[in-house]
Structure formats: structure tokens, C-alpha cells
């Protein structure tokens, strides 16, 4: 996929290389979180920067082995995770398009962490861990999908209106959603048709897709 500058790896359960390479094949700026850069060693991606506090990697051969000049280091006492670190650095340094690999499983303060990093305005445009491919829309979406497959929409802002959908089971042609409603739910949809269309006027919904084995 073109138009992606950016790849964010951190700790947590993250893609395989295949899962990626169907969202990315030339990530361009790539930055490892702390943690993150096991799942790029895992994967095969030397990063361009190791950035975080890094004690969860200090120990190994790989760290002791990367240039100095190639980290930013932080204290561990510091107010943004090392996941937010990661993803202000990218933004600074003119990524346009981010993919966050990584935040799967684990902790669930963690995961929430970055749900909250997917709710700003510069926040990841693609999230990917290693069952999930979650991604924010803003505007309009067209994909390719596999009849059968089990897909997910939630509020991202607190208002979201002008929602449309065709290969969805269930069409989100004129839906309203309002974070907290009752009554209004977008979990588990289904695709009926190998193209699928989703737009929204106002707000942005996060779309979840688990992956197909």
C-alpha cells in the first residue's frame, strides 16, 4: 500500500511479516518503541531509531550491538510512554501516514494507552497486532474484503454522523453514533461482497478487522 511514510513497532503481540507486508512493504522512517525492537528483530526490520526508556531491552546482544547514535533514550520517570515517544518523533520528523505494529494482548492499561494515541488527531492512521488490523476512518474507505469475514466499527469521536457502508450484512447507511448511546452498536458486521465501501461526513470511526488465516 502506498502512502504509508511511517512504522511504529512496540512491545506487545504484533503481525507476522506476511500480515504486514499486505498493509506495507516499504515502511520508510521505522522506530521501535523499547520492547518494540524485539518484534522488529522478530519480523526482520532493523528500526532507524531505537527510542523509550529501553529497560526492557537493555540485556540483550542486539541493544548492546546497535549504534548509540541511533537512540534516543529517555528516564524511566517521564510523562508520554514509549509508544507516544515513538509516534511524536515520527509526526516531528514529517511522517504523514503512521502504521503502529505491536499492542496486542498483555496488559490492558497498555492497550487502552493506545487506543487513546488512535483518538488524536496525528495519532496512527493503522494499528496492527497479531490478530487485528484496526484502522481510523476519517472520510472514506475502499478495500477488498472476504465474504464471511467479521468486522467491527466504533465511535472514535463522540459524535459521528453521515455514515455509509455497502458489502456490510448490516449497512451503516444513516446511523448516528454518540459515544455512550444506547442502542447504537457496530460490533461484529459482516462482509457480503469482495468491495467494500464505508464513509462517514463527521467524526471517525475505528474499523477492526480480525485477520484470515
Not at 458489502?167 to 451503516?172: D, F, N, R, S
Request: overall charge negative; glycine content about 12%.
Amino acid at each position: 500500500m502506498s502512502g504509508y511514510n511511517g512504522l511504529l513497532l512496540t512491545g506487545g503481540e504484533g503481525p507476522n511479516r506476511k500480515q504486514l507486508n499486505a498493509v506495507i512493504t516499504d515502511p520508510g522512517l521505522t522506530i521501535a518503541a523499547d520492547s518494540g525492537f524485539d518484534l522488529a528483530l522478530a519480523l526482520g526490520i532493523i528500526p532507524d531509531l531505537l527510542v523509550g526508556d529501553l529497560d526492557s531491552i537493555k540485556t540483550s546482544r542486539e541493544y548492546r550491538n546497535f549504534p548509540r547514535e541511533q537512540m534516543v533514550v529517555y528516564p524511566p520517570d517521564k510523562e508520554k510512554t514509549d509508544t507516544e515517544i515513538g509516534l511524536d518523533i515520527l509526526r516531528e520528523r514529517g511522517c504523514k501516514r503512521i502504521i503502529l505494529a505491536g499492542g496486542g494482548g498483555g496488559r490492558l492499561d497498555h492497550i487502552l494507552s493506545i487506543v487513546q494515541l488512535l483518538e488524536r488527531i496525528d495519532g496512527p492512521d493503522i494499528w496492527l497486532t497479531s490478530r487485528e488490523r484496526i484502522e481510523v476512518i476519517d472520510a472514506i474507505i475502499e478495500f477488498t474484503g472476504k465474504e464471511g469475514e467479521v468486522i467491527s466499527f466504533l465511535p472514535l469521536d463522540p459524535v459521528v454522523r453521515g455514515i455509509s457502508s455497502t458489502g456490510l450484512k448490516w449497512p451503516l447507511d444513516t446511523m448516528y453514533w454518540e459515544r455512550g448511546k444506547r442502542g447504537v452498536s457496530g460490533i461484529s458486521n459482516c462482509v457480503t461482497a469482495s468491495e467494500v465501501r464505508v464513509g462517514v461526513d463527521e467524526g471517525r470511526l475505528l474499523m477492526i478487522r480480525n485477520f484470515l488465516e
